[in-house]
């Protein structure tokens, strides 16, 4: 049993109780209401939703159990020589609201390459797959199929008392990180390589140096920008797409696969993780149509107009909630600035921070005209020669399973229902309206 399944253990306790006490205190106490609108609307601002491990200021952003970004950037362990955090710390300060010491997060690493091995019907499937089909629906057909030797299923079937089942999503949760960057990679190197894994998993390495190793990238900047990555995309509140879906499913006692495999449809949409594919594409066909990627200042509000006009959204611009620009871009921004101020896609994404948010805020639709994360990743991943966009999704999802599965065991620790609001057709709605 590890330190961090111990602590977790440890921690439950107290937060059932405080939920408790606080449940009996203000059983009725409303704390927000419903508009017509926001039922048609996507339920956006509806507060409907328990996620104990980050919240979401339209402001200032996410903040990880309280940290913000730059917080988190400062407080986690880093690698030996390294500057940026390694996502095994954000692990263990989603699951605990704790930072790790070095040594904690060196036993998560050292767990996570352990218990790494894909299951052969796993790997046999992936390497079935026609190059036709995407990536991402390769790695969640993956993730699917490892629910074959999940713990909690087997649980849940001998009958394990509910308040136990936490331990084994738990235990589902470190496998599935563990094997994630194996099934990732080996989509990615059967798709655009040899079909040969660039390294076997060292058991020295952490999570991410690991997972570069075997896309085939062997240099301490990549290291340094998958640390990065992988830590920033990994949560953002409970009512995002992805987040939401692996809850939601979850929430029907579906095993951790299952529902993380939701949550990888969810991030595969255009309007959520796909976004970041979507950036450098749109990047690309700027650069076939203008034949440069170093466009005037006129040539870049003319595509853009044109994107818009054409009835597309400009990727990487909006968010749901943000209304200023968000963090997971700026320290990507900064990581640009630190490590390739001059490449010629930095620039032109340095252009676009520049003109866009003023041409979205003159069209007068989009209620946030700053960039996301997607606006940046694809530019630094194609400087270190990860140029193939079709893959960029499944890097977000290999981080986003970090948030999704530390809201899983939690969701299980506190024995949270069954997830099943109300729906209401056009006809009853007007009823209710009417008052009748
Ligand atoms: N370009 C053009 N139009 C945009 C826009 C953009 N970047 N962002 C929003 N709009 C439009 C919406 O499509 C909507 O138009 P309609 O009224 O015709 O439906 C209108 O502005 C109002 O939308 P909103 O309330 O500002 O934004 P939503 O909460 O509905 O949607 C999001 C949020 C992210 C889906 C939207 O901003 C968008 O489509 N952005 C581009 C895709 C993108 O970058 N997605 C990634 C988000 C981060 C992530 O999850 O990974």
Same mark, same amino acid.
């Given at each position: 049993?590890?330190?961090?399944?111990?602590?977790?253990?440890?921690?439950?306790?107290? &937060?059932?109780?405080?939920?408790?006490?606080?449940?009996?205190?203000? !059983?009725?106490? /409303?704390?927000?209401?419903?508009?017509?609108?926001?039922?048609?609307?996507? +339920?956006?601002?509806?507060?409907?939703?328990?996620? =104990?491990?980050?919240?979401?200021?339209?402001?200032?952003?996410? @903040?990880?159990?309280? +940290?913000?970004?730059?917080? #988190?950037?400062?407080?986690?362990?880093? #690698?030996?020589?390294?500057?940026?955090?390694?996502?095994?710390?954000?692990?263990?300060?989603?699951?605990?609201?704790?930072?790790?010491?070095?040594?904690?997060?060196?036993?998560?690493?050292?767990?996570?390459?352990?218990?790494?091995?894909?299951?052969?019907?796993?790997?046999?499937?992936?390497?079935?797959?026609?190059?036709?089909?995407?990536?991402?629906?390769?790695?969640?057909?993956?993730?699917?199929?490892?629910?074959?030797?999940?713990?909690? *299923?087997?649980?849940?079937?001998?009958?394990?008392?509910?308040?136990?089942?936490?331990?084994?999503?738990?235990?589902?949760? /470190?496998?599935?990180?563990?094997?994630?960057?194996?099934?990732?990679? &080996?989509?990615?190197?059967?798709?655009?390589?040899?079909? !040969?894994?660039?390294?076997?998993?060292?058991?020295?390495?952490?999570?991410?140096?690991?997972?570069?190793? +075997?896309?085939?990238?062997?240099?301490?900047?990549?290291?340094?920008?998958?640390?990065?990555?992988?830590?920033?995309?990994?949560?953002?509140?409970?009512?995002?797409?992805?987040?939401?879906?692996?809850?939601?499913?979850?929430? *029907?006692?579906?095993?951790?696969?299952?529902?993380? *495999?939701?949550?990888?449809?969810?991030?595969?949409?255009?309007?959520?993780?796909?976004?970041?594919?979507?950036?450098?594409?749109?990047?690309?066909?700027?650069?076939?149509?203008?034949?440069?990627?170093?466009?005037?200042?006129?040539?870049?509000?003319?595509?853009?107009?044109?994107?818009? &006009?054409?009835? @597309?959204?400009?990727?990487?611009?909006?968010?749901?909630?943000?209304?200023?620009?968000?963090?997971?871009?700026?320290?990507? @921004?900064?990581?640009?600035?630190?490590?390739?101020?001059?490449?010629?896609?930095?620039?032109?994404?340095?252009?676009?921070?520049?003109?866009?948010?003023?041409?979205?805020?003159?069209?007068?639709?989009?209620?946030?005209?700053?960039?996301?994360?997607?606006?940046?990743?694809? /530019?630094?991943?194609?400087?270190?020669?990860?140029?193939?966009?079709?893959?960029?999704?499944?890097?977000?999802?290999?981080?986003?399973?970090?948030?999704?599965?530390?809201?899983?065991?939690?969701?299980?620790?506190?024995?949270?229902?069954?997830?099943?609001? !109300?729906? =209401?057709?056009?006809?009853?709605?007007?009823?209710?309206?009417?008052? &009748?």
């Amino acid at each position: 049993i590890s330190s961090l399944k111990e602590r977790v253990a440890e921690l439950i306790p107290a &937060k059932q109780a405080e939920i408790k006490e606080f449940r009996d205190a203000h !059983k009725n106490t /409303v704390v927000g209401s419903v508009t017509v609108d926001q039922i048609y609307g996507g +339920m956006r601002d509806i507060r409907g939703l328990i996620c =104990e491990t980050s919240l979401l200021d339209a402001q200032e952003g996410i @903040r990880f159990r309280g +940290m913000s970004i730059p917080e #988190a950037q400062a407080a986690l362990p880093k #690698a030996p020589g390294g500057e940026e955090p390694l996502p095994e710390g954000i692990w263990w300060l989603l699951l605990t609201g704790e930072v790790p010491t070095a040594e904690q997060v060196k036993q998560v690493s050292a767990e996570w390459a352990a218990r790494s091995t894909l299951p052969k019907h796993v790997s046999d499937m992936i390497d079935s797959m026609p190059k036709t089909v995407h990536p991402m629906s390769q790695l969640s057909a993956a993730v699917t199929l490892m629910n074959s030797d999940s713990s909690f *299923a087997d649980a849940y079937n001998r009958g394990v008392n509910k308040r136990e089942l936490w331990k084994y999503a738990y235990d589902d949760s /470190v496998d599935l990180l563990a094997r994630l960057p194996v099934a990732a990679a &080996k989509i990615y190197r059967n798709l655009y390589h040899d079909g !040969k894994l660039g390294a076997e998993v060292d058991a020295n390495l952490d999570w991410s140096a690991n997972f570069a190793r +075997m896309l085939g990238f062997n240099t301490p900047e990549f290291d340094e920008l998958m640390r990065l990555y992988l830590t920033i995309h990994c949560a953002h509140e409970g009512g995002n797409v992805s987040a939401h879906s692996t809850h939601l499913v979850g929430s *029907a006692l579906s095993d951790p696969y299952l529902s993380f *495999a939701a949550g990888l449809n969810g991030l595969a949409g255009p309007l959520h993780g796909l976004a970041n594919q979507e950036v450098l594409r749109w990047i690309t066909a700027l650069k076939d149509e203008i034949g440069t990627y170093e466009p005037t200042d006129e040539q870049l509000t003319e595509f853009l107009w044109n994107t818009l &006009k054409g009835g @597309r959204v400009v990727p990487g611009y909006g968010h749901a909630v943000l209304r200023k620009t968000d963090p997971r871009y700026t320290c990507q @921004r900064e990581f640009a600035l630190k490590h390739l101020p001059d490449d010629p896609l930095f620039k032109l994404t340095s252009q676009l921070y520049r003109i866009v948010p003023d041409v979205l805020t003159q069209h007068g639709k989009t209620k946030n005209p700053w960039p996301n994360v997607d606006a940046h990743s694809g /530019v630094l991943l194609t400087h270190y020669n990860l140029t193939e966009m079709n893959y960029y999704t499944v890097l977000f999802g290999v981080s986003r399973a970090i948030g999704c599965l530390a809201d899983l065991v939690w969701s299980r620790a506190l024995m949270f229902p069954l997830e099943r609001p !109300k729906s =209401e057709t056009t006809e009853s709605l007007k009823a209710i309206v009417a008052g &009748k």
